[in-house]
Every structure is written in structure tokens, then in C-alpha cells.
């Protein structure tokens, strides 16, 4: 059975889901592979295309934020994102010394990917070599969740009836199964925050204290 990928295919609505939410709409789209109602090389090259145009947009606005004195607007902009002033200079350091590292977070872990990637332009580090690392953990990511799709599609298809003829079906089985992502995706944030907004009370409980001194 062909792919229509102009025509009635499901990819104009994918696209723009891709867009609002990315690791959902990415397993979704798997899923749809997996069930037979779209191409497998269609899916991850729009999935893989749509991160990283999104992530370089995000490298350019903090480009911009670092020249706010001709571009006000951008660094207005990319307060309201999430990149504050007061949490420029740490991200920014993370950014020209750990670049992989705060990637990788970023990209597999999708946690702060907004302040991270304006942190990464408003640094000045080249573009060339952040959209190599995006590149990569994206590949890793999208290849990870396409395939977690192709597998809950092909599932579905064998024991739900209809589902070969029903899009739709495989679309909703889709969406049950990325809940569950956005679930663990919000855990893991929340708790990811309360370790950093807690570190320094951590670092306090787990230092050495004195022990009292002996009575004379």
C-alpha cells in the first residue's frame, strides 16, 4: 500500500504538532509507521528537521539578546522564554565549557531546552559547532522515540481490529502512550528543579560538621 505524502497522508497535521510538541507528535508519528499509515523515512526526517530549525531559532534569538542594545524586543522575548537575566552568566558558562553536556541534557532529557539553547547564542559559541551537537543528540532522540512509536503501532495493528483501516485508532493509542511521556517528562523537570533549587540546602546537609568538643 503507498504513501501519499502531498495527498491525504497524515503529515500536514504531524508537522505543525511537531512544532507544539515535539516527543509526543515524534512517538505519534511513529506509531502511524508502525500501523502502516506512514512512511518510516518521512516521519524522521520531518521529526529530525522541525528540532532542529526550532533549536537553531533558539540560538538566534540569543544571539540577539546579547546585542539588547539594537534588539530590545529579542531580549524581552527571551525573558518571557525562560532566559533571565540572572540565569544568563551560569547557563552562558555551562554553554562555552560544556557544550555536549548541556546538549545532551537538553535534547534526551528535555528539561530547560529554551534558556539552554538562547544561553548557547548569547555565549557567542559558533554555530557550526552547536548544531553538530544538536544534530547528533537529536538524531539519537528522534531515532529513539520513532521507534518506540513503530513498535506501539505494530502492536496495536496485531491485536487492535481496525487499526490498518483506522488512522485514527493508531493516532489515539499514539497519544495515550505519550501522555505517559509527558508524565515522566514532567517528573523528571519537577525533580530536576528541586535539586537544583535545593542544592545549596543539600550541600549543607551533607558537609562534614564538627563534633562537639569534650567536656572539661
Request: proline share 5%; charged share 15%; with cysteine.
Amino acid at each position: 500500500m503507498g504513501v501519499d505524502v502531498l495527498g491525504d497522508g497524515p503529515y500536514g497535521v504531524l508537522a505543525p504538532a511537531l512544532v507544539v510538541e515535539g516527543p509526543v507528535a515524534t512517538f505519534v508519528g511513529g506509531t502511524l509507521v508502525g500501523a502502516g499509515h506512514a512512511a518510516l523515512v518521512v516521519v524522521w526526517l520531518l521529526a529530525f528537521a522541525t528540532d532542529l530549525v526550532l533549536d537553531s531559532a533558539l540560538f538566534a534569538l540569543g544571539r540577539l539578546t546579547a546585542r539588547a542594545g539594537r534588539s530590545p524586543r529579542a531580549e524581552a522575548l527571551a525573558a518571557r522564554l525562560g532566559f533571565t537575566a540572572d540565569r544568563r552568566d551560569a547557563l552562558s558558562r555551562t554553554a562555552r565549557e560544556h557544550l555536549p553536556t548541556l546538549v545532551a541534557g537538553a535534547k534526551l532529557v528535555d528539561v530547560g531546552a529554551v534558556p539552554a539553547f538562547c544561553a548557547a547564542g548569547w555565549s557567542g559559541v559558533a554555530y557550526r559547532r552547536f548544531a553538530g551537537w544538536v544534530a547528533l543528540c537529536t538524531a539519537v532522540r528522534v531515532s529513539v522515540l520513532v521507534g518506540l512509536g513503530v513498535l506501539t503501532g505494530e502492536h496495536l495493528a496485531a491485536r487492535v481490529e481496525g487499526v490498518l483501516d483506522r488512522p485514527w485508532l493508531a493516532v489515539l493509542g499514539g497519544l495515550a502512550a505519550g501522555a505517559t511521556l509527558l508524565g515522566v517528562k514532567a517528573v523528571v523537570g519537577a525533580a530536576l528543579r528541586a535539586v537544583r533549587e535545593g542544592g545549596v540546602l543539600l550541600a549543607t546537609s551533607f558537609s562534614p560538621r564538627p563534633w562537639p568538643a569534650p567536656a572539661a
